[in-house]
């Protein structure tokens, strides 16, 4: 509450000057409460540009050395890993996922080889990188098969972890995939690898250009709304928040990120646990159209940025983590 009357009260004061807006600032930004998202293509000595988002390249296994270099120069704790197999290398059950020397692992391979700890690895766990038909599980009849996908996954998390992966994020939003992955980790002496759940993970229309960087977006057969939470819903949220902390999440994702500002705010204010939101490739290509366009100014991100923060996410996977100066 606000006491005192004009002109007694000026809260101009304090934007006066830059070193006093400074010192009354709530929320601030660094390179350590970034993510840096990073998609992967078969081949050598490739950097290929992705049309629907300018900037961010797909890059062959031998090209990751300049990338992962300048984010741990910058600072970003993290990258994290997509893979875009190979169409000739998709199945309907998504088997490309398993095999050991697929994009991801050889990728976590190079990248622990080269930089052993300085940056941590995220890989996503999820079957729609890998499937005939683009559904992050196996499908029959149009329908998700969830027990069964649990199966796959968890062997998918299990082999990327043995290969080195320091954050497992399984992103399909599966019933019960948490606690299955966490009691394999565990069986395999594999304790100390963190899970970051996509615990909140909204069917929505912003993710059309990262399926087109992976190569699903032709593919996918249908929608996700069976398995991806109703972006009409609030309350739902919490519940499954709740039920992924219960079976061993050590951080929560709530995708995508300013659209459900309030979501993340409601999961941080009900769970003490860290909260990390995504900045997803629609937000990130609308961002990028504008400043291109110069309908917006560049500084737009960082107000992008700070938003998320301001909400109360602890970090934010952004394709802007290695293109911004802080």
Not at 25 to 49: A, M, T, V
Not at 191 to 210: R, T
Not at 253 to 261: A, E, F, N, R, T
Request: charge should be positive; charged fraction near 30%.
């Amino acid at each position: 509450m606000i006491t005192g009357k004009y002109p007694n009260l000026r809260l101009r004061r304090s934007r006066k000057y830059a070193w006093s807006r400074r010192l009354v600032q709530e929320n601030s930004l660094s390179y350590s409460d970034l993510i840096l998202p990073i998609f992967l293509i078969e081949g050598k000595n490739r950097k290929e540009s992705i049309k629907s988002m300018p900037n961010v390249y797909r890059y062959s296994v031998d090209k990751l050395q300049s990338v992962v270099t300048k984010a741990i120069k910058k600072g970003i704790p993290m990258v994290a890993l997509f893979p875009h197999t190979q169409t000739k290398k998709k199945d309907e059950y998504g088997t490309e996922a398993l095999n050991p020397d697929n994009l991801v692992c050889r990728a976590i391979k190079f990248i622990k080889k080269k930089f052993k700890n300085k940056i941590g690895i995220m890989c996503d766990v999820a079957l729609d990188p890998y499937t005939s038909h683009g559904h992050d599980g196996l499908l029959k009849k149009r329908k998700i098969l969830n027990d069964e996908t649990l199966e796959i996954l968890t062997k998918q998390a299990v082999l990327q972890a043995k290969i080195g992966c320091d954050v497992i994020a399984p992103s399909d939003m599966m019933d019960g995939r948490i606690g299955k992955i966490r009691k394999a980790l565990d069986k395999n002496d594999l304790k100390d690898v963190q899970i970051l759940s996509y615990a909140v993970k909204f069917s929505s229309s912003f993710y059309g250009p990262f399926r087109d960087a992976v190569g699903s977006k032709k593919l996918l057969k249908g929608d996700k709304k069976t398995y991806q939470m109703d972006f009409r819903n609030s309350n739902e949220s919490l519940r499954e928040v709740s039920l992924d902390i219960k079976e061993g999440a050590d951080m929560i994702m709530v995708k995508p990120g300013m659209p459900y500002l309030d979501i993340i705010k409601k999961v941080k204010d009900n769970f003490k646990i860290p909260v990390f939101a995504y900045q997803v490739s629609g937000e990130y290509s609308l961002i990028m159209n504008g400043i291109n366009k110069k309908l917006i100014e560049k500084e737009s991100i960082k107000e992008s940025l700070i938003s998320f923060k301001r909400a109360g996410a602890s970090s934010i996977v952004t394709y802007f983590a290695d293109q911004i100066d802080l």
